[in-house]
């Protein structure tokens, strides 16, 4: 049985006292909702705020995560962050690939640079989030599960995979982000079925124990049947993650589905 991972990407946004404050209110949260091991939650907070909140984290089962690496481990690139350092603020996850940064930020990430992106998080012990999915003209192209085997296939060249803390997939169809259009749950069970078939081609029995997470709108409200999914196992949760009662309800949801 995969333990369902729900990880709130906070995206550039809130400051570090509302960071620490949230923090308290999930952990209150979760809690009270007598969440204990059976689902795992992450945050992932801007870089600069890994360390004091990793500090806020200390005695707590909430996970710390990055948003992005560089793939180098030291050098000349201002402004950049190597895994290396993320691990030492005690991060355990990274988001690699997420579509605003294969999409809208910087440099326009490649599946190349996703990939380097990717090994580099795992030289330094962290587990990358790779994040994959179509944009609507490609869904409405009939593209998608076309796009999801070359985005998997690219992001994982050179990887071997072990066992479950190497890898985790997000799905998230671009077309949802931000967006309050969230994939039904049905089309998120036929991208997350196809990824894990994928999946088994290329890694063999260790697809069955890796989690796919899905993305995109997620809400309390949409959760509980998206979660249900027998494919899906957890959610990298955006909007929804700056509130600690819209993020554990979300938890619950996925807790429902393993409790
Ligand atoms: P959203 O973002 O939940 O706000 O749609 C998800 C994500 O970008 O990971």
Known sequence: MRRPLIAGNWKMNLDLARGRELIAEIRAGLDTGGVRDQVEVAVCPPAVYLFPL??????SPIRLGAQDLHHETSGAFTGEVSAEMLAETGAKYVIIGHSERRHTIGHLEDD???NLKARAARRAGLTPILCLGET???RNARQTLDVLTFQ???????TKLRDSSDLVIAYEPVW??????????????EAHAHLRARLHTLAGIVADDIRILYGGSVKPENAGEIM??????GGLIGGASLK??????IVRAALAKVG
């Open 244 to 249: 600690a009662d819209s993020f554990v309800g």
């Open 136 to 138: 609507l003209g490609e």
């Open 176 to 189: 949802a982000i931000g967006t309050g259009q969230n994939a039904t749950p049905q089309q998120a069970q």
């Open 54 to 59: 990793g500090e806020a984290l200390k005695g």
């Open 228 to 233: 249900m999914q027998p494919d899906v196992d």
């Open 152 to 158: 998997l296939t690219a992001g994982l060249v050179g």
């Open 112 to 114: 190349r640079m996703v």
